[in-house]
Nanobody
Framework: QVQLVESGGGLVQAGDSLRLSCAAS?????MGWFRQAPGKEREFVAA????????YYKDSVKARFTISRDNAENTGYLQMNSLKPEDTAVYYC????????????????WGQGTQVTVSS
């Protein structure tokens, strides 16, 4: 069983930056970040392979967000720069023993989520 705990969310202004963290228990897994805005479905944001050598992004965040991981600390990160009001959502960390995917069904383990609010 894998436990994931996110942190780092908050209220920021447009153009600001935030770094989300995801602390994982257990062995190393492929990690992903998803987000869910009110009234919308949960959507893929970014993913990183177990080794960290491969990364994947939603097109609208590719130039602004960076996913990374520290396997020694078993922690994943999502650095979010130039935040926009449309980035406002609950952000979820997810993990899977399979290769990275872009749908929620690819991931078996989920954190509780952390709120990111970007004001204009």
């Amino acid at each position: 069983q894998v436990q994931l705990v996110e942190s780092g969310g908050g209220l920021v202004q447009a153009g600001d930056s935030l770094r989300l963290s995801c602390a994982a228990s257990g062995r190393t897994y492929t990690m992903g970040w998803f987000r869910q805005a009110p009234g919308k479905e949960r959507e893929f944001v970014a993913a990183i392979s177990r080794s960290g050598s491969s990364t994947y992004y939603k097109d609208s965040v590719k130039a602004r967000f960076t996913i990374s991981r520290d396997n020694a600390e078993n922690t994943g990160y999502l650095q979010m720069n130039s935040l926009k009001p449309e980035d406002t959502a609950v952000y979820y960390c997810a993990a899977t023993s399979w290769p990275a995917g872009v749908t929620t069904t690819n991931y078996a383990y989920w954190g509780q989520g952390t709120q990111v609010t970007v004001s204009s």
